[in-house]
């Protein structure tokens, strides 16, 4: 059977990587294939435009045998395409064989917490979605901000955009202090036991790294980590083999209860 994000039985510790040009991509898949990830993401903001269509990324695809995600969010640094524009390379990805397909929660609208709930915009991101899955890949819709958010905002956001048709939702929110991670942490707890869908909590921040390596044994299905650290590409997340090392020795997951 063909492994996806949704049919691992644990948490699913995903090489996230980005990279200019194919060669690049596939060598960093590689690399975090080898570190032991069970699932890869590439973000297509640095990827050159001539390589941002179907056959360069099919290419990337079919050079490892894990499950792809893409996103392509606003910050592109080369091309600034428009937020229609930048769903069309996404849509050639999912025509390449992605798994899943990354949508903003705020696609077509840009809103605090990209989150939007004009009617029209939410309208147009569910055709998009139809059509993402009828091209056979699942979609996460996320949300990434940099504040800290309570347990209750977060589940009414990630409810909301459960509405949309998504297989999974994403959140990324910032703890930089004891008590913003404590609340990080009932925040995951909370998810797990109101969500139906498989969802990604993730922080960033000076207090985010204890959530990194527990918020995947308390529910979080999709998890980041990085084959090694590039300076081009930023160090929020821990590296594949330390997640590795911690989750396969804690013999523990909420799952499993
Ligand atoms: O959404 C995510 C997660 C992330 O924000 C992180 O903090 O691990 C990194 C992003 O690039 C990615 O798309």
């Not at 769903?87 to 840009?110: F, H, K, R």
């Not at 993730?202 to 979080?220: D, E, I």
């Not at 980041?224 to 090392?245: D, L, N, W």
């Amino acid at each position: 059977m063909k492994r996806t994000f949704l049919n691992q039985p644990d948490p699913v510790v995903t090489g996230i990587f980005a990279g200019q040009t194919p060669a690049e991509l596939t060598a960093e898949a590689r690399n975090c294939e080898f570190e032991g990830a069970d699932g890869l993401a590439v973000d297509l903001g640095d990827l050159k435009p001539e390589f941002r269509k179907r056959d360069a990324l099919k290419g990337v695809i079919d050079a490892v045998r894990l499950p792809f995600m893409f996103c392509f969010y606003r910050n592109d640094p080369q091309q600034h395409l428009g937020d229609d524009a930048r769903q069309e390379v996404l849509l050639a990805a999912a025509d390449a064989g992605a798994s899943i397909i990354d949508v903003m929660g705020d696609l077509y609208d840009p809103s605090p917490m990209e989150l939007t709930r004009n009617q029209a915009a939410v309208d147009k991101q569910k055709r998009l979605i139809d059509r993402i899955h009828g091209k056979g890949a699942d979609v996460v819709i996320s949300s990434h901000m940099q504040c800290p958010r309570t347990a209750e905002q977060v589940l009414e956001h990630l409810s909301e955009t459960a509405k949309r048709d998504a297989d999974v939702v994403k959140i990324v929110t910032t703890v930089n202090s004891d008590d913003e991670l404590a609340e990080a942490f009932r925040t995951t707890l909370l998810l797990k036991r109101e969500l139906k869908l498989p969802f990604i909590h993730l922080c960033n921040g000076s207090y985010s790294r204890p959530h990194r390596f527990m918020g995947p044994a308390l529910g979080v299905s999709i998890l980041f980590a990085v084959s090694r650290y590039e300076p081009r590409y930023g160090m929020g997340q821990p590296t594949i083999r330390a997640m590795k090392t911690v989750l396969q020795n804690m013999h523990w997951n909420i799952n499993n209860l």
